[in-house]
């Protein structure tokens, strides 16, 4: 059990430039959620897969935000047309039945 | 949606102190987590629970899921203990998927 890992680490990006992250849930995991939090909140609730099906997206996810999850493994998670208010840390979390475990998160800089 | 509230938002200790971290929710739940979040953004488990009483070693959280409140215990902190520690929800009502609900979190600061 390795843990849930994402890529990358720190991304620093211009405003108006695309960027995607990457999640790697722990392995036989089904459920995958993404969340993003800026400094001083929680982190808030972005979006889930059960498996390669997209269930839920928050309100926060607006269209310039798309996820995928193609074969139900690894997800991504894409920013089009970034904006200084997408800078967050964006953390993704997987579980097999109610227990989240989370990964070290993406942290995105948009200058 | 499920409201969670933490308290209290800041607490400052001495090493060798305890301390108990309040999480008060308005609904039913499914799942309620405790985590510490490391000075680096990382999420570490601490507790997974619902209901009922857990320990492990200095630390430990009970849940009244009849009265909506998680307690978080910690005994003789460490200043290694520092961080924010949260606590999350997922509402019983409705579909909500496991989604977690997170409170603004508690800051601790243990110092030596």
């Known amino acids: 059990d390795t843990g849930v890992s994402q890529d990358p680490r720190h991304k620093i990006t211009k405003r108006g430039q695309n960027v995607t992250f990457r999640c790697d849930p722990i392995s036989e995991h089904n459920r995958l959620y993404w969340y993003r939090q800026t400094l001083g909140q929680g982190p808030e609730f972005l979006t889930y897969?059960?498996?390669?099906?997209?269930?839920?997206k928050s309100r926060l996810l607006s269209d310039r935000f798309s996820a995928e999850r193609p074969k139900g493994s690894f997800s991504t998670l894409e920013i089009q047309r970034t904006e200084q208010g997408d800078s967050a840390m964006y953390l993704c979390?997987?579980?097999?039945?109610?227990?989240?475990?989370f990964g070290p998160g993406t942290r995105l800089t948009v200058t | 949606g499920i409201q969670v509230e933490q308290s209290p938002p800041d607490l400052i200790l001495q090493e060798g102190a305890n301390s108990t971290l309040r999480c008060n929710f308005s609904d039913s739940v499914n799942n309620l987590q405790w985590f510490h979040q490391n000075p680096w953004g990382q999420l570490i488990n601490l507790f997974y629970i619902p209901s009922g009483t857990k320990q492990n070693g200095r630390l430990s959280a009970t849940t009244v899921a009849t009265e909506r409140y998680s307690l978080l215990y910690i005994s003789s902190s460490q200043t290694t203990d520092s961080g924010v520690y949260f606590c999350a929800v997922d509402g019983a009502g409705g579909t909500s998927y496991g989604k977690l609900t997170f409170g603004q979190g508690t800051i601790l600061t243990v110092h030596p």
């Open positions: 897969f059960q498996n390669e099906a997209q269930l839920e």
């Open positions: 979390a997987s579980s097999r039945l109610s227990e989240q475990y």
